[in-house]
């Protein structure tokens, strides 16, 4: 590796490790704003937006005039004919119609509307993205945390099981038995290690940071204040693909127009002055018109064609709408299923396993319950706990890409 490769690679790494420490990462809402201000399709269309409006000023303006020098009716052998021989200069200008010049500036007007809207768009998409990939993040740390929790306690078991085996109250296989399901939590704990490096995996290049970045671990808060979506299910007459759309039908709209104006062609104007040396200076004035007298070759299929982008444009109006509207219907049933398994687990399953799970290993540590009772205690706990965890992300992310779609994005994360 060059010298210059080197010191690239070195500075980028400092960058990266500046933006790492720089993110809290225990707060979702600022992982997402460095997801924003750190995403390259977010600056393209922010750039885009600049260009859109620097069109839009330079739209309807006149056209440059043009300038003209030269001589007329030399002589080959390079004499002045004394009458025809003219030094001359002229300009030549084209005067665009008012009306012509007013639908450009409608047209490039609309054009930095739509581009507005698509980054309003893209940044919806983009925190929505964001957010989703750290709430997946979040519940694999979740899990992991109850699933070493349940191992902290499985120790307990085993250590009981030997306890009791040591004064001949119970059998060896019951020593093995617990060791046995405790490798077993040993993988299931393996498994969720490499599923949260799937999840780390996806945010890291959101926010634009490399692969060997170190998330900490993060802490879920489960709230039961936002368990509700908080917008009717339906499409908002507002929302930025509609407004897209209907920006390019009225863009349409002016193209139509500026199809038809052909028919009424721009005025050129062009006005020269001769320098005769012998005789009178002499100064011309020249106004000239296209015919429109091709209009089946030139003008009508254009005034077709634009026509046709407009109903097209219609058509995909009501596209549109439909689109976003099943995203969203997806996002609320996905959201009524998780809050139905929710609420069944917090008020019934999840207290229930946890006291069973807790009283079982006290009676068999007193010796008053089976060790099989214990081990059955404590899967139903464990996968009722992971299963809780993995709705409630669920829910969560059921809201997070409601809510997405409401603000603007153009289509639903989920399938």
């Given at each position: 590796?060059?010298?210059?490769?080197?010191?690239?690679?070195?500075?980028?790494?400092?960058?990266?490790?500046?933006?790492?420490?720089?993110?809290?990462?225990?707060?979702?809402?600022?992982?997402?704003?460095?997801?924003?201000?750190?995403?390259?399709?977010?600056?393209?269309?922010?750039?885009?937006?600049?260009?859109?409006?620097?069109?839009?000023?330079?739209?309807?303006?006149?056209?440059?005039?043009?300038?003209?020098?030269?001589?007329?009716?030399?002589?080959?052998?390079?004499?002045?004919?004394?009458?025809?021989?003219?030094?001359?200069?002229?300009?030549?200008?084209?005067?665009?119609?008012?009306?012509?010049?007013?639908?450009?500036?409608?047209?490039?007007?609309?054009?930095?509307?739509?581009?507005?809207?698509?980054?309003?768009?893209?940044?919806?998409?983009?925190?929505?993205?964001?957010?989703?990939?750290?709430?997946?993040?979040?519940?694999?740390?979740?899990?992991?945390?109850?699933?070493?929790?349940?191992?902290?306690?499985?120790?307990?078991?085993?250590?009981?099981?030997?306890?009791?085996?040591?004064?001949?109250?119970?059998?060896?296989?019951?020593?093995?038995?617990?060791?046995?399901?405790?490798?077993?939590?040993?993988n299931r704990i393996l498994s969720l290690r490499g599923t949260r490096e799937n999840a780390r995996a996806r945010l890291l290049p959101l926010v634009g940071l490399p692969p060997e970045t170190v998330i900490p671990r993060l802490v879920l808060?489960?709230?039961?204040?936002?368990?509700?979506?908080?917008?009717?299910?339906?499409?908002?007459?507002?929302?930025?693909?509609?407004?897209?759309?209907?920006?390019?039908?009225?863009?349409?709209?002016?193209?139509?127009?500026?199809?038809?104006?052909?028919?009424?062609?721009?005025?050129?104007?062009?006005?020269?002055?001769?320098?005769?040396?012998?005789?009178?200076?002499?100064?011309?004035?020249?106004?000239?018109?296209?015919?429109?007298?091709?209009?089946?070759?030139?003008?009508?299929?254009?005034?077709?064609?634009?026509?046709?982008?407009?109903?097209?444009?219609?058509?995909?109006?009501e596209e549109t709408r439909r689109e976003i509207q099943r995203d969203l219907s997806v996002a609320a049933a996905a959201h009524e299923q998780a809050n139905t398994q929710l609420a069944l687990q917090n008020r019934v399953l999840l207290p229930q396993a946890r006291l069973a799970f807790e009283s079982t290993l006290a009676s068999y540590q007193n010796g008053k319950s089976s060790f099989d009772s214990v081990l059955?205690?404590?899967?139903?706990?464990?996968?009722?706990?992971?299963?809780?965890?993995?709705?409630?992300?669920?829910?969560?992310?059921?809201?997070?890409?409601?809510?997405?779609?409401?603000?603007?994005?153009?289509?639903?994360?989920?399938?």
């Amino acid at each position: 590796m060059s010298f210059h490769r080197m010191a690239l690679a070195l500075v980028a790494g400092v960058l990266a490790t500046d933006l790492s420490a720089a993110i809290d990462w225990q707060n979702e809402r600022a992982v997402t704003a460095a997801a924003v201000a750190n995403n390259p399709t977010m600056a393209r269309v922010e750039q885009e937006v600049v260009a859109a409006r620097e069109r839009a000023r330079a739209a309807g303006s006149l056209p440059n005039p043009m300038v003209m020098g030269g001589l007329q009716n030399k002589h080959v052998d390079l004499t002045d004919d004394k009458i025809m021989t003219m030094y001359m200069v002229g300009a030549t200008q084209t005067f665009t119609r008012g009306s012509k010049r007013e639908a450009a500036r409608a047209v490039a007007a609309l054009d930095v509307r739509a581009a507005e809207l698509e980054l309003d768009a893209v940044r919806a998409e983009i925190e929505r993205d964001a957010l989703l990939a750290w709430y997946d993040l979040a519940g694999v740390d979740t899990q992991l945390r109850a699933a070493e929790t349940v191992r902290l306690l499985l120790d307990a078991v085993t250590a009981a099981a030997r306890v009791r085996y040591e004064v001949g109250n119970a059998e060896q296989a019951e020593v093995i038995r617990a060791q046995l399901e405790t490798i077993e939590l040993d993988n299931r704990i393996l498994s969720l290690r490499g599923t949260r490096e799937n999840a780390r995996a996806r945010l890291l290049p959101l926010v634009g940071l490399p692969p060997e970045t170190v998330i900490p671990r993060l802490v879920l808060e489960e709230s039961t204040g936002a368990l509700e979506l908080g917008a009717p299910v339906e499409v908002p007459a507002d929302h930025p693909a509609l407004a897209a759309v209907e920006a390019e039908i009225a863009q349409r709209e002016e193209e139509i127009r500026l199809a038809r104006l052909l028919t009424r062609p721009d005025v050129s104007l062009e006005v020269s002055y001769g320098l005769r040396p012998t005789t009178k200076d002499m100064f011309s004035v020249v106004a000239s018109l296209e015919l429109p007298v091709r209009r089946s070759t030139l003008i009508e299929p254009r005034i077709r064609e634009a026509v046709a982008l407009r109903d097209a444009a219609q058509r995909r109006l009501e596209e549109t709408r439909r689109e976003i509207q099943r995203d969203l219907s997806v996002a609320a049933a996905a959201h009524e299923q998780a809050n139905t398994q929710l609420a069944l687990q917090n008020r019934v399953l999840l207290p229930q396993a946890r006291l069973a799970f807790e009283s079982t290993l006290a009676s068999y540590q007193n010796g008053k319950s089976s060790f099989d009772s214990v081990l059955g205690a404590e899967t139903t706990y464990l996968r009722l706990e992971l299963e809780h965890i993995e709705h409630y992300i669920e829910h969560v992310k059921a809201i997070t890409d409601f809510q997405a779609l409401r603000r603007g994005a153009r289509s639903g994360a989920r399938p």
